[in-house]
C-alpha cells in the first residue's frame, strides 16, 4: 500500500531560525515528489517538485531533497519568516496506471517573533 | 485564470440537512478531485473525474454522500442527510493530469459545520 509519512507532526520555532521537515514514503512506482504549503484557511499550494533523477532543489529559502534510495525527502527552511508558519504537505506521485498521488499528514509548523 | 472557485465557502447547517458544495475548475483541465480536511485524518481523497466521468469514488464515505459533474466546469459534491461527523473543510481541486506531472490547484475549501 502507498503510504507516506511525515515528520514531526508539529514544530515551533523563532523567526530567523532554520529548521528541517521529513518526509518518507512507500509509493511505488515512483513518478514524483512534491511538497505544498498550507496557509490556515487555505487550499494547498505546490511549493516544489522532485524527479527520481534530481537530488536538490531550492525555491527562494526553500530547499528539498530526495534521495530515491532510500525513499526520504526533506525541505529545509533558511531564515524562518513569520509568514512561513503553515502546514508543509508531502505528496508523491507514482507512474503509471492510476496517476492519483498520496498524501502525507503534514507537518504543522509556527514560527514565533 | 481565476483558479479553482468553490462555493460556500462556509457553511452552518443542522443534522440531517442536505449540504450541497460546488466547484468550478480551472479550465482545461480534465481531472476533478474532491477531498476532505479535518485535523484528525488530513487530506482524504473522496473522489476524483476524469473528463468529466468519476474513475473512482472508493473514498465516499457512506452513500449519504454523491458526487457529480454535469460538465467540465462545474461539479457538486452532495450530502443528504448531513450528521455532525460529517464538520470539515471540503476542498476541490484540478489538475491537467500527468502532462503537468499532476500537481494539484485546489480551491479555498468550503467549511462545513453540522450542528
Known amino acids: 500500500k502507498n503510504q507516506v509519512e511525515q515528520s514531526p507532526q508539529s514544530l515551533i520555532i523563532l523567526e530567523g531560525k532554520n529548521c528541517t521537515l521529513q518526509?518518507?514514503?512507500?509509493?511505488?512506482?515512483?513518478?514524483?515528489l512534491r511538497w505544498y504549503k498550507q496557509d490556515t484557511g487555505r487550499g494547498p499550494v505546490s511549493l516544489t517538485i522532485?524527479?527520481?533523477?534530481?537530488n536538490t532543489k531550492s525555491n527562494g529559502r526553500y530547499t528539498a531533497t530526495l534521495d530515491a534510495d532510500t525513499k526520504q525527502s526533506s525541505l529545509h527552511i533558511t531564515a524562518s519568516q513569520l509568514s512561513d508558519s503553515a502546514s508543509y504537505i508531502c505528496?508523491?506521485?507514482?507512474?503509471?496506471?492510476?496517476?492519483?498521488?498520496?498524501f502525507g499528514r503534514g507537518t504543522s509548523l509556527i514560527v514565533h517573533p | 485564470d481565476a483558479g479553482v472557485i468553490q462555493s460556500p465557502r462556509h457553511e452552518v447547517t443542522e443534522m440531517g440537512q442536505e449540504v450541497t458544495l460546488r466547484c468550478k475548475p480551472i479550465?482545461?483541465?480534465?481531472?476533478l478531485f474532491w477531498y476532505r480536511q479535518t485535523m484528525m485524518r488530513g487530506l482524504e481523497l473522496l473522489i476524483y473525474?476524469?473528463?468529466?466521468?468519476?474513475?473512482?469514488d472508493s473514498g465516499m464515505p457512506e452513500d449519504r454522500f454523491s458526487a457529480k459533474m454535469p460538465n467540465a466546469s462545474f461539479s457538486t459534491l452532495k450530502i443528504q442527510p448531513s450528521e455532525p461527523r460529517d464538520s470539515a473543510v471540503y476542498f476541490c481541486?484540478?489538475?491537467?493530469?500527468?502532462?503537468?506531472?499532476?500537481?494539484?490547484?485546489f480551491g479555498e475549501g468550503s467549511r462545513l459545520t453540522v450542528l
Open positions: 522532485m524527479t527520481f533523477s534530481e
Open positions: 479550465s482545461g483541465h480534465d481531472y
Open positions: 473525474f476524469n473528463n468529466n466521468v468519476p474513475i473512482d
Open positions: 505528496v508523491v506521485s507514482a507512474s503509471g496506471g492510476s496517476y492519483i498521488p498520496t
Open positions: 518526509c518518507n514514503y512507500t509509493v511505488s512506482p515512483f513518478s514524483n
Open positions: 481541486a484540478s489538475s491537467p493530469g500527468q502532462k503537468n506531472t499532476g500537481e494539484l490547484f
